[in-house]
Nanobody, 114 residues
């Protein structure tokens, strides 16, 4: 069974940076299209960044130029480098395959104070 374990969240001031990690077990992420999603209170979960099997990347307009998705195939781990954080980035962040989805992990909370 595939497990997704997100980590690296925390409380940061506006303009700060965080690096999220997603350790994947039970699957090989190098051949998959993977993404980072976030869910703010009262909002639907949304895709903010994806990386395809050929390492092409896509970013939502709200994070483009500030967030960078990457992966370490040797560690089977997905990363999200988040710079210039804004209060509106506050959410629980999750990683998952683009389609079909695995069971969601517990996510990691990111809180950006103004």
């Amino acid at each position: 069974q595939v497990q997704l374990v997100e980590s690296g969240g925390g409380l940061v001031q506006s303009g700060g940076s965080l690096r999220l990690s997603c350790a994947v077990s039970g699957s090989i992420i190098s051949i998959l299209a993977m993404g980072w999603y976030r869910q703010a209170p009262g909002m639907q979960r949304e895709l903010v960044a994806r990386i395809d099997s050929g390492d092409s990347t896509y970013y939502d307009a709200s994070v483009k130029g500030r967030f960078t998705i990457s992966r370490d195939n040797a560690k089977n781990t997905l990363y999200l480098q988040m710079n210039s954080l804004k209060p509106e980035d506050t959410a629980v962040y999750y990683c998952n395959k683009i389609f079909p989805k695995y069971n969601w992990g517990q996510g990691t909370q990111v809180t950006v104070s103004s």
